[in-house]
């Protein structure tokens, strides 16, 4: 196997045991044997646990983006109708995965921000970027009249990625769909409801 390959391996099993266990909890042993690398091969692919902390980061973010994307950027969809779309398949997948992961980064963020400025950082980053593309489907919702002028697109989805995050810590914790199903539908029948 390449050496890229076993990197990309040892990232995505670090991604699954850290999504179950957090960061702090989740030994690079575990992740090595795990990924079948031989114990000491760590620092071959990473300086330090923070670097691969940051490649899990990095990996999750760039694949949750072509998730969103699937989404938001699907325009023979309504875009309200998107933002709901993807609720709902999350609120699915995370059914069937019984409410054991949560969200990796809303997780990272609640474990990490106080104890690492790098993480806290990057996470920071991840989430705006999640609220512009809430933004960007409640701008154009406007622009089509599906949308109260009256409210701002940012700021409304700042509101939205914090209640969703929210609901899905709730769930977690409840390992109940209730949480979630609750906040979507409150959100659409209030702020969301088309004008």
């Given at each position: 196997?390449?050496?890229?390959?076993?990197?990309?391996?040892i990232?995505?099993?670090?991604?699954d045991?850290?999504?179950?266990?957090?960061?702090?909890a989740?030994?690079?042993?575990?992740?090595?044997?795990?990924?079948?690398?031989?114990?000491?091969?760590f620092?071959h692919?990473?300086?330090?646990?923070?670097?691969?902390?940051?490649?899990?980061?990095?990996?999750?973010?760039?694949?949750?983006?072509?998730?969103l994307?699937?989404f938001f950027?699907?325009?023979?969809?309504?875009?309200?109708?998107?933002?709901?779309?993807?609720?709902?398949?999350?609120?699915?997948?995370?059914s069937?995965?019984?409410?054991?992961?949560?969200?990796?980064?809303?997780?990272?963020?609640?474990e990490?921000?106080?104890?690492?400025?790098?993480?806290?950082e990057?996470?920071?980053?991840?989430?705006?970027?999640?609220?512009?593309?809430?933004?960007?489907?409640?701008?154009?919702?406007?622009?089509?009249?599906?949308?109260?002028?009256?409210?701002?697109?940012?700021?409304?989805?700042d509101?939205?990625l914090?209640?969703?995050?929210?609901?899905?810590?709730?769930?977690?914790?409840?390992?109940s769909?209730?949480?979630?199903?609750?906040?979507?539908?409150t959100?659409?029948?209030?702020?969301?409801?088309?004008?």
């Amino acid at each position: 196997m390449k050496k890229s390959d076993k990197k990309s391996e040892i990232i995505a099993v670090g991604t699954d045991l850290i999504s179950v266990n957090g960061f702090n909890a989740t030994g690079i042993e575990a992740v090595l044997r795990q990924a079948g690398v031989p114990k000491g091969s760590f620092y071959h692919y990473f300086r330090n646990k923070e670097e691969f902390g940051m490649a899990v980061i990095d990996n999750f973010a760039a694949q949750y983006d072509e998730k969103l994307d699937s989404f938001f950027n699907d325009h023979t969809v309504p875009p309200l109708e998107r933002i709901r779309n993807y609720f709902e398949h999350s609120l699915a997948h995370m059914s069937e995965k019984q409410f054991t992961k949560g969200c990796l980064i809303g997780n990272l963020g609640q474990e990490l921000a106080d104890q690492n400025e790098r993480f806290r950082e990057r996470l920071a980053t991840i989430f705006s970027s999640w609220k512009k593309r809430f933004g960007s489907c409640l701008q154009e919702a406007q622009e089509r009249g599906e949308f109260p002028v009256t409210l701002e697109p940012d700021v409304v989805a700042d509101f939205i990625l914090a209640g969703w995050e929210g609901a899905i810590l709730r769930s977690k914790v409840n390992k109940s769909p209730e949480p979630i199903r609750n906040f979507v539908d409150t959100l659409f029948v209030t702020i969301l409801r088309t004008v």
